[in-house]
């Protein structure tokens, strides 16, 4: 599968790839590629920067996945810049049976299928980039919904990460969707000198008509220094949380922390109340500088885990780090058979030099995310020349394996 865009014959890259094994019409599993691609108006012979792009191919062939799609989703958004696509989001099932609406298997008009994509896209009157949030139908890439959003200090803003848990329920009016789409990254521009998170939570049906259901803006120690700056680089939405890690400038420390937070979903207010601010500051204190994520999840009982890169006094070494529901760092892993408490477990390679990791998961049971699953994280290893590795990590919450 290759894919150039022939009107601009320009740079077409891909940023993620995703399988998709429900379909609406009852069609073979798809996969979507997103990622950013030049554009040109054949009209005025023209650029219009580089613009989102999805395309979904067939999983078994990668033949395009139906007609409708022949032709993939792009988005150039209303000034014609560079939009930067940041990260997709597709959410699938049945509709589930809502309290009073009785019993009954969903009928195949209660399936739902949804798509969204979020990235930066230059937008507003003042020529700076916006957050912006489109839904795709799955069936027919022609047909979509945008919506923009400046930050509160009408300044640059980058959209880094999207993520969304909406699902369905068999309402007086049909399938309804439920949930919210959520998106981080950073703004400048709000009384301060440098980036700030923002994050924004929107209801599932995006539009332009329809706001942000809410927006938080989190400012860590920074306002009067400007080396440092806090930019969020990763969302996760539950069914009734929003969490976001990124890294913040610590003043103290002169380098920077990771920095972790929970909202509410639908109101957008701070869940982890015991922590000051609502905010976890993870500072590794043997290296007491460099420490910054890449990746999160969350698994079904709510506990946070955070992955990315931790300067060890000598170098940089993956790093993770788990919270319970309600922001207390809980890591207990196994080590030689035996249940070792910490608040973070670190991985040196073996050249003891430059290692960070990328992504970090949780092993499955029945579809979801288990809890006290393994733990796997992957990145780069410097060991003769930089090398990815993975690595597995079993914890022991409820007792070390035999």
């Not at 599993?29 to 554009?39: E, F, H, L, R």
């Not at 580089?50 to 209303?78: C, E, H, M």
């Not at 912006?132 to 945008?146: E, G, I, M, R, S």
């Not at 910054?292 to 698994?299: A, E, F, I, Q």
């Given at each position: 599968m290759v894919y150039n865009n022939p009107l601009a014959n320009g740079d077409d890259f891909p940023v993620q790839i995703e399988w998709d094994r429900f379909t609406l019409d009852g069609s073979e599993p798809a996969i979507y590629v997103a990622g950013n691609s030049d554009g040109f108006n054949q009209g005025s012979s023209s650029s219009t920067g580089r613009d989102f792009v999805i395309l979904k191919y067939k999983a078994s062939n990668g033949a395009v996945w139906n007609?409708?799609?022949?032709?993939?989703?792009?988005?150039?958004?209303?000034?014609?810049?560079?939009?930067?696509?940041?990260?997709?989001?597709?959410?699938?099932?049945?509709?589930?049976?809502?309290?009073?609406?009785?019993?009954?298997?969903?009928?195949p008009s209660s399936f739902y299928s949804v798509l969204y994509a979020g990235g930066t896209s230059l937008e507003s009157v003042t020529n700076k980039n916006d957050f912006t949030v489109v839904q795709v139908d799955p069936l027919d890439p022609a047909v979509f919904q945008a919506r923009s959003d400046d930050s509160p200090g009408h300044a640059a803003d980058t959209l880094n990460s999207l993520s969304s848990s909406v699902s369905a329920v068999v309402g007086s009016e049909g399938c309804q969707l439920v949930g919210v789409v959520a998106v981080t990254g950073f703004s400048s521009g709000m009384g301060t000198d440098t980036n700030d998170f923002v994050t924004r939570a929107y209801s599932p049906t995006i539009s332009p008509s329809t706001p942000p259901i809410w927006t938080s803006v989190f400012d860590g120690e920074d306002e009067i220094w400007t080396v440092g700056s806090d930019q969020a680089v990763c969302v996760v939405a539950t069914s009734f949380a929003v969490f976001v890690t990124g890294e913040s400038w610590r003043v103290g420390n002169q380098g920077y922390d990771i920095a972790t937070l929970g909202y509410d979903a639908f109101g957008g207010s701070i869940l982890w109340t015991t922590l000051p601010g609502g905010v976890d500051l993870f500072n590794n204190p043997t290296g007491n500088a460099e420490d910054r994520p890449s990746d999160m999840v969350v698994d079904k009982a709510s506990n946070v885990y955070v992955a990315g890169r931790s300067y060890n006094g000598t170098s940089l070494d993956y790093v993770a780090i788990r919270y319970d529901s309600g922001g207390t760092r809980n890591w207990v892993e196994c080590v030689g058979g035996v249940p070792t408490a910490n608040d973070f477990v670190l991985y040196n390679g073996p050249q003891n030099s430059t290692d960070y990791a990328a992504g970090i998961r949780v092993s499955l049971s029945g579809g979801q995310i288990d809890l006290d699953g393994d733990v796997f994280m992957y990145g780069i290893v410097t060991n003769t020349g930089n090398k990815y590795r993975l690595t597995k990590h079993v914890q022991s919450t409820f007792g070390c394996p035999p």
């Amino acid at each position: 599968m290759v894919y150039n865009n022939p009107l601009a014959n320009g740079d077409d890259f891909p940023v993620q790839i995703e399988w998709d094994r429900f379909t609406l019409d009852g069609s073979e599993p798809a996969i979507y590629v997103a990622g950013n691609s030049d554009g040109f108006n054949q009209g005025s012979s023209s650029s219009t920067g580089r613009d989102f792009v999805i395309l979904k191919y067939k999983a078994s062939n990668g033949a395009v996945w139906n007609s409708a799609w022949t032709q993939p989703f792009r988005y150039n958004g209303l000034l014609s810049g560079n939009d930067t696509l940041a990260e997709m989001a597709f959410r699938h099932g049945n509709c589930i049976q809502s309290q009073g609406e009785g019993e009954g298997t969903p009928s195949p008009s209660s399936f739902y299928s949804v798509l969204y994509a979020g990235g930066t896209s230059l937008e507003s009157v003042t020529n700076k980039n916006d957050f912006t949030v489109v839904q795709v139908d799955p069936l027919d890439p022609a047909v979509f919904q945008a919506r923009s959003d400046d930050s509160p200090g009408h300044a640059a803003d980058t959209l880094n990460s999207l993520s969304s848990s909406v699902s369905a329920v068999v309402g007086s009016e049909g399938c309804q969707l439920v949930g919210v789409v959520a998106v981080t990254g950073f703004s400048s521009g709000m009384g301060t000198d440098t980036n700030d998170f923002v994050t924004r939570a929107y209801s599932p049906t995006i539009s332009p008509s329809t706001p942000p259901i809410w927006t938080s803006v989190f400012d860590g120690e920074d306002e009067i220094w400007t080396v440092g700056s806090d930019q969020a680089v990763c969302v996760v939405a539950t069914s009734f949380a929003v969490f976001v890690t990124g890294e913040s400038w610590r003043v103290g420390n002169q380098g920077y922390d990771i920095a972790t937070l929970g909202y509410d979903a639908f109101g957008g207010s701070i869940l982890w109340t015991t922590l000051p601010g609502g905010v976890d500051l993870f500072n590794n204190p043997t290296g007491n500088a460099e420490d910054r994520p890449s990746d999160m999840v969350v698994d079904k009982a709510s506990n946070v885990y955070v992955a990315g890169r931790s300067y060890n006094g000598t170098s940089l070494d993956y790093v993770a780090i788990r919270y319970d529901s309600g922001g207390t760092r809980n890591w207990v892993e196994c080590v030689g058979g035996v249940p070792t408490a910490n608040d973070f477990v670190l991985y040196n390679g073996p050249q003891n030099s430059t290692d960070y990791a990328a992504g970090i998961r949780v092993s499955l049971s029945g579809g979801q995310i288990d809890l006290d699953g393994d733990v796997f994280m992957y990145g780069i290893v410097t060991n003769t020349g930089n090398k990815y590795r993975l690595t597995k990590h079993v914890q022991s919450t409820f007792g070390c394996p035999p």
